[in-house]
């Protein structure tokens, strides 16, 4: 009898160690196999961050037209690079997808700083640049046939000893072009009814949005005061004017309207779009990447501009990091109206663009392409004069990104969110 006991809780150890042993085995296999998993899932996602990057440069190429977009293949997956415009900078999305795996990567992104630094840029228009007062141009400077020479306006006499501090070289009769994607969609966002499809937000004290995902926008026919917070992927668009108030709290947001007036005080990184006038008051700070376009609607520019009513006024003390761009909507012929205007101790530390006439009392650090100067003052208007302007490329930070100009090599202006 305690022999058959014996026996019987022998068979019972037995089978309990067998159970635990099938367990123990089960486990490690199951570990085992969710280790592979996990490695080839990691896999997966190195990869496709790795190509991710890879499509990321194929977007800043020069060389690469990509369109608005590009699918490359590689081994097991793709990488989808997409091209899109914001504010004065172009926008490249870059998503390598490998099975199950995505990664996504999306910067702001602009020109490259020159080397050796370009300070000016004037188109060939068979007139000498007139540099009169405390001017002073540092960089290499193209300028027409008739190149520089000092000057004279109401008793002031060019004050300077070297006209540009760098070499002279030959312009063209047109400036440096723009990315034709860049205007198309820079023109379709001043159209009305263009952004009827984007989910509209009302405006609040609180409103942020992903780069990732679809736009939205705050829309009103009528005119709009900006007081409230706004970051990201929004666009804010009045067809009559906006008015940013000077405790508004705006981060890479566009705004689009007729007329754009910053109220002095303001500080931000917003992009403004305009079709009429952008007044930026005094003491406005905008933060780097910030922009100022109008693409200006006027169709008689014989008519004068008179004074204060400049598509673009950067009014004194204050400060733009980034894009300043001024073109017409249609062709210009030679006219004297001023397109922008930086008043004296104002400064921008980027790049300035006009089509058209540039009076610059100020300081840009960076680059400036136009296709006149003006001085408009004592009495008459100078064409191609600059009256105490200074022009400083050799400050620029050397990782600054500017305009969107064509066939050339872009950097990353900002990683967005």
Request: charged share 20%.
């Amino acid at each position: 009898m305690l022999q058959k006991k014996l026996n019987a809780s022998a068979l019972q150890f037995a089978i309990l160690v067998s159970v635990i042993v099938a367990i123990l085995l089960g486990s490690f296999l199951t570990l085992s196999y969710t280790h592979q998993f996990f490695n080839t899932q990691s896999g997966f996602m190195k990869t496709a961050i790795k190509e991710t990057k890879i499509g990321f440069n194929i977007g800043l190429s020069a060389a690469e037209d990509i369109g608005d977009s590009l699918v490359v293949p590689f081994e097991n997956g793709t990488t989808t690079i997409k091209k899109k415009f914001w504010g004065a900078y172009a926008l490249i999305e870059s998503t390598g997808e490998v099975k199950s795996k995505s990664f996504s990567k999306i910067g702001l992104v602009g020109k490259r700083t020159e080397s050796p630094p370009i300070s000016l840029y004037v188109s060939n228009n068979d007139a000498p640049l007139t540099v009169v007062g405390d001017t002073k141009i540092q960089g290499d400077a193209y300028l027409s046939d008739k190149s520089i020479k000092p000057g004279r306006i109401n008793n002031i006499n060019y004050s300077g000893s070297q006209l540009v501090e760098g070499q002279i070289k030959r312009s063209s009769r047109s400036l440096p072009q723009i990315d034709d994607g860049w205007i198309i969609f820079t023109r379709s966002l001043l159209n009305p009814g263009y952004l009827s499809g984007l989910e509209g937000i009302s405006q609040g004290d609180l409103n942020a949005n992903s780069f990732l995902q679809p736009s939205r926008l705050v829309y009103n026919p009528g005119p709009i005061t900006l007081s409230g917070k706004y970051i990201g992927n929004i666009i804010i668009k009045s067809e009559t004017q906006i008015i940013v108030e000077r405790f508004a709290e705006l981060t890479d947001i566009q705004v689009v309207a007729p007329k754009i007036v910053v109220k002095s005080g303001f500080k931000g990184t917003v992009h403004f779009l305009a079709s009429e006038q952008i007044i930026i008051e005094e003491n406005v700070d905008l933060t780097y990447p910030s922009s100022v376009v109008v693409e200006d609607s006027n169709i008689d520019f014989k008519i004068p501009v008179p004074e204060g009513e400049e598509p673009i006024i950067l009014s004194k003390n204050s400060f733009i990091q980034g894009n300043i761009m001024y073109f017409p909507k249609r062709n210009l012929q030679d006219h004297t109206n001023t397109s922008i205007v930086i008043e004296e101790s104002s400064i921008v530390e980027g790049d300035v663009y006009c089509i058209g006439n540039l009076e610059l009392e100020g300081v840009v650090r960076g680059t400036v392409y136009t296709d006149r100067f003006v001085v408009d003052g004592y009495g008459s208007k100078y064409m191609n004069y600059i009256l105490n302007g200074k022009i400083m490329a050799n400050e620029v930070h050397p990782g600054f990104c500017g305009l969107p100009l064509k066939n050339k090599t872009k950097g990353v202006v900002k990683w967005l969110y």
